[in-house]
């Protein structure tokens, strides 16, 4: 499956921001989805995902009642509604596609998609 993430840009705190992610060649159904972070300096970090077919979200601490994930299986897209952002959420967001059993570490997602960057200035 090939994976387009799309919608980041810069915004002020407390602003909010939808990013999406694009699914093709494949059959989306088949993967849970998750939205993971790169903040410079620091390690990719997990942010959410999202089941295959019951749609179970689990998040980050850091993000959980703020960030919303969603996924539109019929359209092969996923979402990540991000409110009252904070600038430490700044950075490249990755979506990512996992075959296997759920998971909230990068090494199990075998799909990627290319990245895009959310700005939040104070």
């Known amino acids: 499956v090939q994976l387009q993430a799309s919608g980041g840009g810069l915004v002020q705190a407390g602003d909010s921001l939808r990013l999406s992610c694009a699914a093709s060649e494949g059959t989306f159904s088949s993967y849970s989805m998750g939205w993971f972070r790169h903040a410079p300096g620091k390690e990719r970090e997990f942010v959410g995902l999202i089941g295959r077919t019951d749609y179970t979200t689990y998040y980050a601490n850091s993000v959980k009642g703020r960030f919303t994930i969603s996924r539109d299986n019929a359209k092969s897209a996923v979402h990540l509604q991000m409110n009252s952002l904070k600038p430490e959420d700044t950075a490249v967001y990755y979506c990512?596609?996992?075959?296997?059993?759920?998971?909230?570490?990068?090494?199990?997602?075998?799909?990627w998609g290319q990245g895009t960057l959310v700005t939040v200035s104070s």
């Open positions: 990512a596609a996992n075959s296997g059993a759920i998971a909230t570490t990068p090494k199990e997602y075998t799909y």
